[in-house]
């Protein structure tokens, strides 16, 4: 009995060690030999920029992160390497095999694009360009203007490159430009501003025949199609319509909009309008 009772406490410890090992990160899976790892670059430098095919080795589950700040490096010394700036989980049931693309961005400035070619898991990135790429995560600024801001920390870029002096995006390009100042401890930097949009007015005219008393409306939608303001919502009566519409762009935020005009429950005419 005392025999049993211990290969079973044993039998457990062990089964308790087994379980504690299946949750782990993708270089630590690599080394203890759980997992066969392909990486393969999807053309250019932001974005899902590359997938990570593992394969599980084991008879058992295994759940594997990859963690934002993984480098991994090009087979291409010409084109550059790669740092992962989205973690992401993969669970890997016996023998299986599971392809994940991953945002990543470039971390040699002055090298090509890594086209589709293959790729190898590198170290972990540490102190500020960890810091970037977990930076990156939080704000999801999956973007150019990242990819600036990682290249003033592996290349020593200016701050002024990351985005636009001016722009809609001035609110990211000040956040990633304070980031990178505070770690290279600079106090004075440029800081965008928003774009100044110049006042404009649209015009325009709808005739449309009524045939019979109807509800008529003109309203102005977004690309969305969600209504941004109705301009008419009245009772007409039958006869020749017209309808003059006046509306200043900055009323409003810069993009794509639609003017409708609806008779009844019936679209009757619609009018692309791009304000900038």
């Known amino acids: 009995m005392k025999f049993t009772i211990l290969t079973t406490l044993l039998f457990f410890a062990f089964g308790c060690q087994l379980m504690a090992q299946t949750h782990l990160k993708l270089s630590d899976a690599m080394a203890k030999g759980y997992i066969k790892l392909n990486i393969t670059g999807n053309d250019g430098h932001i974005g899902k920029c590359a997938t990570l095919q593992t394969e599980n080795t084991t008879t058992q589950t295994l759940d594997i992160d990859i963690d934002c700040g993984q480098k991994i490096q090009c087979s291409d010394s010409s084109a550059q390497n790669l740092i992962i700036t989205q973690s992401e989980h993969v669970r890997l049931t016996p023998r299986r095999i599971v392809a994940t693309a991953v945002y990543a961005m470039c971390i040699n400035a002055h090298k090509a694009s890594p086209g589709r070619i293959a790729f190898r898991l590198g170290t972990m990135a540490q102190g500020a360009l960890l810091r970037i790429s977990q930076f990156i995560e939080k704000k999801k600024y999956q973007n150019s203007n990242a990819q600036s801001a990682v290249w003033t920390i592996t290349d020593n870029l200016d701050i002024a490159s990351i985005g636009s002096s001016e722009g809609n995006d001035y609110a990211m390009t000040n956040e990633l430009r304070g980031f990178v100042a505070k770690e290279k401890k600079i106090i004075n930097y440029p800081k965008a501003k928003p774009k100044v949009r110049k006042e404009m007015i649209i015009e325009g005219t709808f005739d449309q025949i009524i045939t019979t008393r109807a509800m008529v409306q003109v309203l102005l939608v977004d690309a969305n199609r969600k209504t941004v303001n109705l301009f008419l919502n009245e009772t007409k009566q039958a006869g020749i319509l017209r309808i003059n519409y006046r509306i200043k762009n ?27």
């Not at 409003?252 to 309008?273: C, F, H, P, Q, S």
């Open 250 to 276: 900055t009323d409003y935020k810069a993009g794509t909009y639609y003017i409708i005009l609806r008779v009844g429950n019936k679209e009757m005419k619609r009018e692309l309008m791009v304000l900038e």
